[in-house]
């Protein structure tokens, strides 16, 4: 039977696979390689022949300038955010199965709903960022019908006159353009899903801690059963060892947050700061084009994923947040007065270890994966967007 992070992500991680970003468990020196080769090929030269456009080209319009500076941000974003799969692959992907392990298996119905309801949640979120960035990505790969005296989607700087180069240079060089646009777009596309459930799936294991907490009585209860008799010793024994199991699942969870910041805070960080560019000057392009074009659809498109990807982002990392600061009000909700002194002494620990919410810092610990960050990030894309407008009039 597949795995909860299998079941959960299967879409992520097949397409990771594809584009050799999940190291498999043979051939992993070959992989390696060609996770390499194709981050050196597809990644590395589309930003830099952008950047010596921009630099080199002389008569560039304002437009010009905002529509090159718009995918520049975007696409120089994916050096340091795919730059970690190159050597810590391996790290990666035991964090991306790191509640498979045994310890998490759950037995209780209510748990299994848990998990179902979070599985469900990232399969959906998974499926339905694909198709926004298949949509934006056609959008944007078709701008050249609509697009005057451009024969590609982008402007790049060329060792050749496109104007008189041969047909076969042009096709080459437009293949080349998509294949690198794909792979960015594509990768991006899988990862942001991907990052954003595991912390939903973190999420989820503090609702079961949480329930576990609250119902400790009632669990002991069903397990041993109503016409077994055990005396308070018995009892006492057998809660203070849930109690355990409570605080090492909760242990668990600290150390996976503690992994999880540290293998994805620095792709996370990346696509805030080009968020920011991003959004702000997408929407300083919708102000420039023709509201019926299809200039016009690309740039919705774009905002659109865009605006997906950091929600995401923030949006589970909130949940995480919030969760985790709760979990001191499931001990007290339980029947903790009934328990002797060893126990209580046992959830007084938990509680304080619990009073330090789990929040998943980025960018070496600049800012919070929070909801918070996000309106930071609209309110630093629209002063950008300010500034741009008057220097445009």
Not at 85 to 110: M, P, Q, W
Request: aromatic share 14%; proline share 3%; charged share 20%.
């Amino acid at each position: 039977m597949p795995s909860i992070i299998q079941q959960s992500f299967s879409v992520s991680l097949r397409a990771m696979r594809f584009f050799f970003l999940y190291p498999p468990d043979k051939h992993k020196t070959l992989y390696r390689i060609c996770t390499h080769v194709m981050y050196f090929v597809f990644i590395v030269p589309f930003p830099s022949l952008q950047f010596l456009n921009l630099v080199l080209q002389e008569n560039l319009d304002f437009s010009q300038i905002a529509d090159n500076v718009f995918l520049l941000a975007e696409i120089m974003c994916f050096l340091p955010k795919l730059y970690p799969f190159l050597g810590n692959s391996e790290r990666i992907k035991k964090c991306i199965h790191y509640f498979d392990g045994a310890f998490f298996e759950v037995v209780r119905t209510e748990h299994e709903e848990i998990l179902k309801q979070c599985m469900k949640m990232c399969r959906g979120t998974a499926i339905l960022f694909l198709v926004a960035v298949t949509g934006a990505y056609i959008s944007w790969s078709t701008r050249p019908i609509s697009w005057k005296n451009h024969i590609f989607p982008v402007d790049l700087w060329m060792p050749y006159d496109v104007k008189t180069a041969p047909v076969t240079y042009i096709v080459g060089t437009y293949l080349y353009i998509l294949a690198a646009a794909a792979y960015g777009a594509y990768t991006s596309g899988v990862i942001d899903p991907l990052i954003a459930g595991l912390a939903y799936q973190a999420t989820s294991q503090i609702k079961i801690l949480k329930h576990k907490l609250q119902f400790l009585s009632e669990h002991i209860i069903d397990e041993v059963g109503k016409n077994t008799k055990l005396d308070a010793k018995g009892l006492n024994k057998l809660m203070y060892e849930k109690i355990r199991k409570c605080i090492i699942h909760h242990n668990l969870i600290l150390e996976f947050v503690t992994e999880y910041e540290h293998c994805f805070s620095q792709m996370a960080f990346s696509q805030f700061v080009a968020a920011i560019i991003v959004i702000c000057v997408s929407c300083l392009q919708l102000t420039l084009v023709d509201l019926l074009s299809l200039d016009c659809l690309a740039m919705v498109m774009y905002l659109i994923t865009m605006l997906s990807e950091i929600y995401l982002y923030c949006y589970f990392g909130t949940l995480l947040y919030e969760e985790s600061n709760t979990i001191t009000d499931a001990i007290y909700l339980g029947k903790w007065y009934e328990y002797d002194v060893k126990c209580r002494k046992a959830l007084i620990l938990l509680m304080e270890r619990a009073k330090k919410p789990m929040l998943v810092k980025c960018g070496h610990k600049i800012v919070d994966m929070s909801l918070d960050t996000f309106s930071m990030i609209l309110r630093r894309s629209y002063s950008l967007l300010a500034v741009l407008e008057s220097f445009n009039e």
